[in-house]
């Protein structure tokens, strides 16, 4: 089985690339954050027409996420139970469900904005919630997994150079605090090899060049539970999908599972 996740910016703004990238990459299961689109408005017809079911959940213009099939949707969860509201509503940042005997979660987690910003204090709550919603999968004898965009970055290792972060958001101590406890859950850091260079970063800004000049971060992450990192096979950052015109500023990360091993 291949899993990937994608943040795509935009499915409605990145569809053609989005399902050539599906026909060609094999892919079997896709976690998919930030729609950008409501319910209504989500692809449904175009994937369908490839082979994949989806599940989704997206209200409007911003966040949104989505799972994608080939392989079954079975018992789907929209939202984050117990999960934080924020301005009196709780956004469209979780899915999950059972496909081909893997469950699997899309996350986006909140950006944080600024760290005195009430949203930085959201997104710790968030994590918080999160670590208490996947504790008894993280736990159990089935393959689980949570993919997606993290929004912070694991280690000082995984940005350009860390004096560019200093006192921002994605670097800091609580929310590098926040991935171990998630990891203490019983999850651990499936690392993905780069296609090119020698850090895998799946996040590179639209300005100054950066993409080029690779000063990336590793932001989108696949965290696992035993059962799942022992059928991992191969993982990867599609790096390639990054290039030309109308790309998202996200690079899919794959994940190849045997679950015979």
Known sequence: MRIATYNVNSITARLPRLLAWLESSG?????????????????????????YEAAVNATGRWNGVALLSKVGLEDVVTGLPGGPDYEGVQEPRAISATCGGVRVWSVYVPNGREVEHDHYGYKL???????AAVAEDAAGPRPFAVL??????????????????????HVTPAERAALEALRAAGLSDVFPRALKYDRPYTFWDYRMLAFPKNKGMRIDLVYGNEPFTKAVTDAYVDREERKGKGASDHAPVVVDLDLDR
């Open 27 to 51: 892919t079997d299961v896709v976690c998919i954050q930030e729609t950008k689109c409501s319910a209504e408005q989500f692809p449904h017809e175009q994937l369908r027409e490839l082979g």
């Open 148 to 169: 997606g965009d993290f929004n912070v970055a694991p280690t000082d290792e995984d940005v350009y150079d860390p004096a560019v972060f200093a006192g921002l958001t």
């Open 125 to 131: 709550e968030w994590f918080r919630s999160l670590a």
